[in-house]
């Protein structure tokens, strides 16, 4: 089982209940192997099981952290008439894949310039109040991520960029 890459229309890797077997090892390194795919692991279970397995729901088992920084949400959302509630998202979110392409991973050094470049900008509101929770909880996984990590070496960043 995987949930749909809703970015895009495959099936992503990022979460997997599988039941392993020497068969299916065997079928996955024959394909690799006959094939000459070198390519993402996402790309060759799409090959060979796109249209076998079962699909896990996305809005429950995959989040990507980039979701923050869009300002549609119909793609993740599943349909365009549903309200984007950031914090609801994030509360029924069990995994959230660090993902996007302004800023690298959580684990990799980056110019503070980067991440307020990046960063989800402010929604204004009815009332020009700006609503910041895309922004701030971005920001958040980042800090959370980090902390949990206990990054602390001298070429790490630290959770100051955030």
Request: proline fraction near 5%; charge should be negative.
């Amino acid at each position: 089982m995987m949930p749909r890459a809703y970015w895009i229309d495959k099936l992503s890797s990022a979460v997997l209940v599988v039941e392993p077997s020497l068969a299916e090892w065997k079928r996955i390194t024959t394909y690799v192997e006959d094939s000459g795919e070198s390519g993402f692991d996402m790309d060759i279970l799409n090959a060979l099981y796109n249209t076998t397995c079962l699909v896990l729901p996305h809005r429950q088992y995959l989040l990507l952290s980039s979701e923050f920084q869009e300002e549609e949400h119909a793609r993740f959302l599943g349909a365009a008439d549903e309200t984007w509630v950031p914090s609801e998202v994030l509360a029924e979110a069990k995994y959230i894949h660090f993902s996007g392409m302004t800023v690298p991973k959580p684990w990799v050094p980056v110019d503070e310039g980067i991440i307020a470049s990046a960063r989800p900008k402010c929604r204004r509101t009815m009332d020009e109040k700006g609503d910041c929770e895309d922004r701030d909880i971005w920001l958040g996984l980042y800090k959370d991520f980090l902390g949990r990590r206990k990054v602390r070496c001298c070429c790490c960043r630290s959770s100051e960029a955030y």
